[in-house]
Nanobody
């Protein structure tokens, strides 16, 4: 499975961004999809995930709950991360990830596939 992330950029605090991740080379609908991020000098964080199958259970890092929304479009093989009310502490490289037929919690333990990162910079 190949993952191509896009949508990062430089924004001001309070602005919004939507990240997209297009998947190819696999059966997208059976993969739990997620986003991780890594800020300079910090460990990688598990930000959000959405499960496969019709239930579409979600997971969010506590610090992004109420501000970020993950969604998926199986017809387009794409997962999105809508980021609202951005804060400077959200500045990081954001990575798309996929794990086959997993729970959202299991995604946090490590995906099967990684996409390349997309930089998000939030200025104060």
């Amino acid at each position: 499975v190949q993952l191509q992330a896009s949508g990062g950029g430089l924004v001001q605090a309070g602005d919004s961004l939507r990240l997209s991740c297009a998947a190819s080379g696999g059966s997208f609908s059976i993969y739990t999809m997620g986003w991780f991020r890594q800020a300079p000098g910090k460990e990688r964080e598990f930000v959000a995930a959405i499960s496969w199958g019709g239930a579409y259970r979600t997971y969010y890092l506590d610090s992004v709950k109420g501000r970020f929304t993950i969604s998926r479009d199986n017809a387009r093989n794409t997962v999105y991360l809508q980021m609202d009310s951005l804060k400077p502490e959200d500045t990081a490289v954001y990575y798309c990830a996929a794990r086959k037929s997993a729970t959202v919690q299991a995604m946090g333990a490590g995906p099967d596939y990684w996409g390349q990162g997309t930089q998000v910079t939030v200025s104060s």
